[in-house]
DNA sequence: GCGGACTGCTTACCT
DNA sequence: ACAGGTAAGCAGTCCGCG
């Protein structure tokens, strides 16, 4: 028989049956099971040697529950009758892990392991049905499941929407109706997406069909514990926050509610309403069925434009992980252990999830940090073409180039060379030490370590075997080329087809992946967590690029600033700047080659972007006026890490940075011009009325009120809104998007005052917004570009504090002096006293 | 009791 | 429930001074 391939796949507790669900020729759900596959674990062979440990496994056959051991050397392959979740496997596997035993893969399920062991291709073709429901509002605030749902709209793929309302309302029989039926559906999809659906409407459905005891009544299409199961569900929210979240801000988009993001991707918006969701129910019927229905054709559309979950569907199939799976850790495990299996190679099981609770203050592994990127101390100032490259896909590359990997790793000399590394490197920090110094220490070990050159040695002193390329090298090297691949074939598609879509989902697919796999192996709660490892990447990174600093500098070009990855230089627009990236491309291949003698280089410098005037302001903040990007002409004012790009910036602020740095960088304006500008801009600030939209400082509630250790005023102001009703209590999580609160400081002068946005009178601290919320920012470019400026006389704040301290000292000396002048007095008269005893 | 110095928390950014 | 590095503002605390 043809290998099924499942949308889904489950076990049961305690049971050990996988359910397949797949879809047959004629297009039908099935059921598949399979009873004859017997779980495992690894444990290292020289564990048998230990008493505690053969007793325990001796213990355990007796009893039946280790079925048969088989050897694959040098591990012990134990057969079990059940997963980790039979309790008596789970007894056996606490017992090991108490005497800290060397056991591997312990923690996968039944299922995952058998999809795993027989690579199980996961179906891609996927019916996704776009759905949202809608609540009775009546009562303030919204509580999941306290009311009754008032209508379901679902939308398939070509757009053609469903929708039911309830006939009755306050029936609960007509709400079960409404509720059964909106299942029946569910289950017609093999996959339903929605909007926030995580935290709104999928937990409400359940907390009705509980209330509403519906599962309870028989003629549900399918039991309770299997209906679930039918179909996937995802939360498009959450993805659009993956995928959009970290630059919302720089895309310019607005918020995460699917107003926002539909206006912004498709220009397009719900239905208007200013009537409350009952009111429509109640008195608008029409309106109300249009209102549910265009949400999940929003979804639609927004899917089809972005691609949400078509990429999500290519990186599950890709690593062969079920969608409702869909994590980044757990996507690169099961594509890791798919490929480790082919190569017999076992890594440890995943650590156990720890409670913030639970984690103990000292606890040695949680300490551990790994170093990450160089970050350059940057030389400040205003430039003329300024040229940016950088290396493409550092790590990865990094990863292939030195071949690094748990299983390519000289463990033998491992901890004395990391001992080795540190008592050179002392109490300083990598980014202090003199490149030079570096080398010669790291060329000083090689000799030592490694004479023959039988390994590669990494810029943490780590050294890995040549023999055959790591798994992870190995990995990287077939995504990179996969991708390239993809990417030849998008470009070859003709735009916006289906397959131009699926091509492009693909290399994207592979990017991300690709891109994360550092990040498992510095990440604690991984089976992949390896400090060596992980270090052994980043800080070769750093050396790597600290060893194209040093050949440009040896070139005459000064490096003004270097982040991770990518360096920024002054050259001149006379000079031909591919020609210098290849000089140094050459120069730093041979380089590598020479020390290190690698078997596959795979490092590259590419150029970026070129501004022709450009503000260094500090490290990770800069701006400057962007004419080529990707060897693309262009005209714009590129701004990174500056106030302007920060969304708790007051708009006012905003505005008028921008305005500044378009002064600068665009209008070339000098010193002097704008010592002028921000004279007038104080004079406006101290005197003139600004809108309150304008002054409004909107901060992020990110977590439950209740996780605050101190609270700041946008947590004291969240505080009251939500024991008011007017704000709901972020829920703690990744991927949820907290609540912006908007407020007004009312008084800035000790600890911080303030009102939300809605309850502004007018009230507002003139000196705290010029001082705080819009000197300070432009204060800090203009003195990094214009040192000598004497830019301070404009913080009218630590002026007057400055006042106040000198105006104090002057007090305090004339006290002195006017204490010194009575003692004087007084010993006076004390003499002259004496003097009269004495007379 | 006041205020400065310092520390730690929080947010939001960069690669 | 993929990483580390960084700036900035503020709350809270400690400590010396008078």
Redesign the pocket.
Same mark, same amino acid.
């Given at each position: 028989m043809q290998k099924l391939k499942p949308i889904f796949a489950w076990n049961n507790y305690n049971e050990s049956t996988i359910n397949l669900l797949y879809r047959d020729s004629e297009g039908k759900k099935k059921i598949h099971h399979i009873n004859d596959f017997a779980w495992y674990f690894y444990i290292h062979e020289n564990e048998l040697n230990r008493p505690e440990v053969k007793q325990t496994l001796k213990f355990y056959e007796d009893k039946n529950v280790i079925i048969s051991t088989e050897s694959c050397s040098p591990f012990l392959k134990i057969y079990c009758i059940g997963d980790k979740y039979f309790n008596q496997v789970k007894y056996l596997l606490e017992k090991l892990k108490s005497y800290k035993s060397d056991i591997r893969e312990s923690d996968l399920s039944l299922t995952k392991r058998y999809m795993v062991d027989n690579s199980i291709e996961i179906e891609d073709n996927l019916k996704i049905g776009f759905f949202d429901i809608e609540t009775d509002d009546s009562n303030p605030g919204i509580s999941i499941g306290r009311d009754q749902i008032l209508s379901w709209a679902i939308c398939d793929n070509t757009g053609k929407t469903k929708f039911q309302r309830l006939e009755t309302y306050g029936d609960s029989n007509a709400e079960t109706e409404l509720i059964k039926n909106l299942i029946k559906e569910f289950i017609k999809y093999d996959v339903v997406a929605s909007w926030n659906g995580k935290l709104f409407d999928m937990p409400y459905i359940v907390s009705r069909i509980e209330q509403l005891e519906i599962t309870t009544k028989s003629d549900v299409p399918l039991h309770k514990s299997i209906f679930w199961k039918q179909f996937m569900h995802i939360d498009m929210m959450q993805q659009a926050i993956?995928m959009y979240g970290?630059?919302?801000?720089?895309i310019g988009l607005a918020g995460f509610s699917l107003n926002d993001v539909c206006k912004f991707f498709i220009g397009q918006t719900k239905v208007a309403h200013t009537e409350s969701i009952i009111d429509l129910y109640k008195n608008n019927p029409e309106k109300f069925e249009e209102y549910n229905k265009q949400d999940t054709i929003l979804l639609q559309k927004l899917n089809e434009k972005l691609g949400i979950v078509d990429l999500m569907i290519k990186e599950c199939s890709w690593t062969g992980t079920f969608l409702n799976?869909f &994590? *980044?850790?757990?996507l690169?495990d099961n594509y890791i252990l798919r490929a480790a299996k082919k190569e017999n190679i076992y890594f440890k099981s995943r650590p156990e999830?720890k409670n913030k609770e639970d984690v103990v203050e000292d606890d040695e592994e949680e300490k551990i940090?790994?170093? +990450?990127?160089? *970050?350059m101390?940057p030389k400040l100032g205003l430039y003329d073409n300024v040229r940016v490259w950088?290396f493409r896909s550092?790590y990865p590359s990094t990863i292939i180039t030195f071949n690094i990997g748990e299983d390519t790793l000289v463990k033998e000399i491992s901890e004395q060379c990391k001992n080795e590394f540190n008592e050179w490197l002392g109490e300083r %920090?990598i980014?202090e030490v003199d490149f030079k110094e570096w080398d010669d220490f790291l060329k000083k070990e090689n000799k030592k370590h490694n004479p023959d050159k039988k390994y590669i040695q990494t810029a943490n002193n780590q050294f890995f075997r040549k023999k055959s390329p790591s798994l992870l090298a190995g990995l990287l090297k077939k995504l990179l080329d996969e991708r390239k691949e993809y990417k030849k074939l998008q470009k070859e598609a003709k735009d916006g087809t289906p397959e131009y879509k699926n091509f492009k989902a693909s290399q994207e697919a592979i990017k $991300?992946l690709a891109?994360?796999?550092?990040? /498992?192996?510095?990440?604690?709660?991984?089976r992949y967590f390896n400090p060596a490892v992980?270090e052994a990447i980043?800080t070769t990174g750093q050396y790597i690029n600290r060893t194209s600093i040093a050949i440009v500098s040896k070139m005459g070009y000064e490096v003004l600033y270097s982040?991770?990855?990518?360096q920024f230089l002054s050259i001149g627009n006379d000079k031909d700047i591919s020609k210098i990236i290849e000089e140094v491309n050459e120069k730093l291949e041979k380089y590598i080659k020479k020390t290190y003698k690698p078997i596959e280089y795979f490092q590259l410098l590419q150029y970026e972007k070129t501004f022709r005037k450009f503000a260094m *302001?500090?490290? %990770? !903040? &800069?701006a400057g006026h962007l004419i080529m990007l990707d060897r693309k002409e262009t005209d714009q004012v590129m $701004? %990174?890490?500056?106030?302007t790009? !920060? %969304?708790?910036?007051i708009e006012f602020a905003r505005r008028h940075i921008n305005e500044m740095l378009n002064l600068i960088l665009k209008e070339d304006k000098d010193e002097n011009y704008m010592k002028k500008w921000i004279t007038d801009l104080k004079q406006f600030v101290l005197n003139e009325e600004i809108l309150p939209e304008d002054l409004a400082i909107? #901060?992020? #509630?990110? =977590?439950p009120i209740a996780? &605050?250790?101190? =609270? @700041? /005023?946008?947590?004291?102001l969240a505080e009251k809104l939500i024991k008011q009703n007017k704000m709901l209590e972020t829920k703690?999580?990744?991927?949820t998007w +907290?609540t912006?609160i908007s407020y007004i400081?009312t008084d800035?002068s000790? =600890? =911080?005052?303030g009102v939300v946005l809605d309850e502004y009178k007018g009230v507002w601290d003139r000196k705290?917004y010029w001082c705080?919320?819009i000197y300070? @920012?432009m204060q !800090?470019i203009l003195e990094a570009i214009w040192p000598d400026g004497n830019w301070c006389e404009h913080d009218i704040l630590t002026i007057e504090?400055e006042e !106040?301290?000198k105006a104090?000292k002057k007090i305090?000396e004339e006290k002195k002096l006017l204490l010194e002048e009575k003692k004087k007095q007084r010993e006076a008269k004390k003499l002259t006293k004496r003097q009269l005893v004495l007379i």
């Open positions: 993956r970290s630059n919302m801000t720089t799976q &994590y *980044v850790s757990e690169l999830w940090s790994i170093r +990450g990127g160089f *970050v101390t950088d550092l %920090k980014e $991300i891109n994360s796999l550092y990040g /498992i192996l510095a990440d604690k709660k991984t992980a980043t982040d991770t990855d990518s *302001v500090d490290k %990770k !903040r &800069y $701004i %990174k890490g500056l106030e790009v !920060r %969304k708790t910036t909107s #901060i992020k #509630i990110s =977590k996780d &605050y250790k101190s =609270k @700041p /005023i946008h947590v004291l703690a999580g990744r991927n +907290g912006l400081i800035g000790g =600890k =911080k005052e705290y705080t919320q300070a @920012p !800090r504090k !106040r301290i104090k305090a």
